[in-house]
Structures are given as C-alpha cells and as structure tokens.
C-alpha cells in the first residue's frame, strides 16, 4: 500500500536535481563491497574510509550514516529513519547528535551544507549522496573495461547548434554501449552530462567515474557541412589511443548523428574490443 503519510507526500514533492548522479554498476552478491566517489574508497565489509589508499578515521556514527546515504542510490534518506536505526532509544538530544555526526561527515569529505559535492541537505526532511559512485577503478577492470562519453563540445560559434552536439553525444553512447555490455561499460549519459562545459582533468574525471577510458570531441557546422572530431584517451597515462574526422553533408540530422556514431563505434570496437 501506498505511503500517504504527510512526510512521504512532502518527500515526493521535493524537486530533484536535473542529473542522475548515482552509477552503481550491477556486481554480484559475492562482488567487492568497496564503493568509489570523487577521491574516496568506502569498504562496507571493513567499514573504512579511504582517501588516494590512505585510512581516514571515522566514528562509528558517521560512517553509518555515509553507509546509509550511499545505499539509499540517490534517494532522500529522512531524519526520522536515521533515527530510528541508529539512535532507536534516543529522543532528547538526538537531533545534536545527528548534526554532529552530519558535520564530522562533511570535514572529513571537505564537503560544505551551503555548496555540497556530496551530501545534500533537504531541510527538515533528511539528507541524499548526489554525487557518482561507483565501483573503484581495480574493480571495475577486474569485471570489464570502463568508458565514459563525455558532451562533445559545439565549436561552431553558434548556440543553436548546441543541440546537435548533444545528439551526437547521445547517440555515441548509444552505440558504444551495445558493442559488448558484458566486456565494455559505459558510464550513463546522464551521469556523463554532468561535465558539460566543466574543465576537469583526464584524471581528475576517471578517479570520480572510475573508467579506464575517456572519449571526448568536437563538432564544428559550416554553411552546408559538419565535421565531428573524437579522441579516445587512456586514462592511466592520459595518452592518446585514437582518433578520428568525420565530414558529413548536412541534410537528416539525425541520418548524420545516426551514421557517424555507428562508424565511430566500430572503429573503437577494433581498439577496445580486438579479439
């Protein structure tokens, strides 16, 4: 049955970002328990908080309530259901005691309540992780190569065309994403999107993503013509392993987007996808 309770209809009512931040790859239920976020490593099983491999102390709340939030995959983790698991007995003072552990939290992550990268604050309804978590890279590789599409960038002096740049974004991923699923993944275009216009390293994006390759390009529109350019970058080194032009006549922009994903992802299969 539904919850029609006055809390449930306000949680529902709350507006959501415009992303899905979110990307828990399906693992088995043997898989490691070592989630990645930014340049963090959480182990569920160990309960141990780690930053670039080294341990970070965290108190026994805290990390509860970090377990808490990363589970609940994006969604609102309410102040009532914090504490009816982790303070069940506790009325008078509970409320200090989860802003407490909340802001020991946020100094460890070096996270902030007014401009959060990770915890996000719902005032008077509870928290919600919104930033990507993932397998960590030695993970992911374990199962299967990663990939991320990041937004090709409109080089064309004009706005309008912004669209286009995101279609053939889009239909890239598309393609990329059923070359292998089970040998190639590929990061979710809305999570992807999430770095549009943002200036971030090669590194920098595959340590929050946890992929082992980058794919990123250009699309450039003169009067009758486009030309999409794309590179594919190993993220262990940042090194070039290929690239490619495509000048297409523009007629069916979505013939053209259509066309140019599907001969790129061929030519990435024979690079990521040999045998």
């Given at each position: 049955?539904?919850?029609?309770?006055?809390?449930?209809?306000?949680?529902?009512?709350?507006?959501?970002?415009?992303?899905?931040?979110?990307?828990?790859?399906?693992?088995?239920?043997?898989?490691?328990?070592?989630?990645?976020?930014?340049?963090?490593?959480?182990?569920?099983?160990?309960r141990e908080l780690r930053k670039h491999g080294l341990r970070i102390r965290l108190a026994q709340k805290p990390f509860q309530i970090l377990e808490l939030l990363l589970n609940a995959g994006g969604q609102v983790v309410t102040r009532e259901s914090l504490r009816k698991k982790l303070w069940p007995d506790t009325h008078v003072g509970y409320e200090h005691s989860l802003n407490t552990a909340v802001n020991t939290l946020r100094d460890l992550l070096?996270?902030?309540?007014?401009?959060?990268?990770?915890?996000?604050?719902?005032?008077?309804?509870?928290?919600?992780?919104?930033?990507?978590?993932?397998?960590?890279?030695?993970?992911?590789?374990?199962?299967?190569?990663?990939?991320?599409?990041?937004?090709?960038?409109?080089?064309?002096?004009?706005?309008?065309?912004?669209f286009f740049a995101d279609g053939v974004t889009e239909e890239i991923t598309a393609q990329i994403g059923q070359l292998s699923p089970k040998r190639l993944g590929v990061i979710a275009r809305t999570s992807a999107a999430l770095y549009k216009g943002v200036r971030k390293s090669v590194s920098e994006i595959a340590a929050e993503l946890g992929v082992d390759y980058i794919l990123e390009g250009s699309v450039r529109k003169s009067a009758k013509s486009v030309r999409i350019t794309a590179q594919l970058i190993a993220a262990t080194d940042q090194s070039h392993l290929w690239s490619a032009s495509y000048d297409r006549e523009l007629g069916d922009v979505l013939a053209v987007q259509s066309e140019t994903a599907r001969e790129l992802a061929k030519s990435l299969a024979v690079e990521l996808l040999p045998e």
């Amino acid at each position: 049955m539904a919850d029609s309770s006055p809390l449930a209809a306000m949680v529902s009512a709350v507006p959501r970002p415009n992303l899905v931040p979110v990307v828990r790859p399906a693992v088995s239920e043997h898989a490691a328990t070592t989630l990645h976020f930014g340049t963090f490593e959480v182990d569920l099983q160990s309960r141990e908080l780690r930053k670039h491999g080294l341990r970070i102390r965290l108190a026994q709340k805290p990390f509860q309530i970090l377990e808490l939030l990363l589970n609940a995959g994006g969604q609102v983790v309410t102040r009532e259901s914090l504490r009816k698991k982790l303070w069940p007995d506790t009325h008078v003072g509970y409320e200090h005691s989860l802003n407490t552990a909340v802001n020991t939290l946020r100094d460890l992550l070096g996270d902030s309540a007014h401009n959060p990268r990770y915890i996000e604050t719902l005032p008077r309804l509870g928290y919600r992780f919104i930033s990507p978590v993932t397998l960590p890279p030695s993970a992911l590789r374990a199962q299967k190569k990663m990939l991320v599409v990041l937004p090709f960038e409109n080089l064309s002096g004009d706005c309008g065309q912004d669209f286009f740049a995101d279609g053939v974004t889009e239909e890239i991923t598309a393609q990329i994403g059923q070359l292998s699923p089970k040998r190639l993944g590929v990061i979710a275009r809305t999570s992807a999107a999430l770095y549009k216009g943002v200036r971030k390293s090669v590194s920098e994006i595959a340590a929050e993503l946890g992929v082992d390759y980058i794919l990123e390009g250009s699309v450039r529109k003169s009067a009758k013509s486009v030309r999409i350019t794309a590179q594919l970058i190993a993220a262990t080194d940042q090194s070039h392993l290929w690239s490619a032009s495509y000048d297409r006549e523009l007629g069916d922009v979505l013939a053209v987007q259509s066309e140019t994903a599907r001969e790129l992802a061929k030519s990435l299969a024979v690079e990521l996808l040999p045998e």
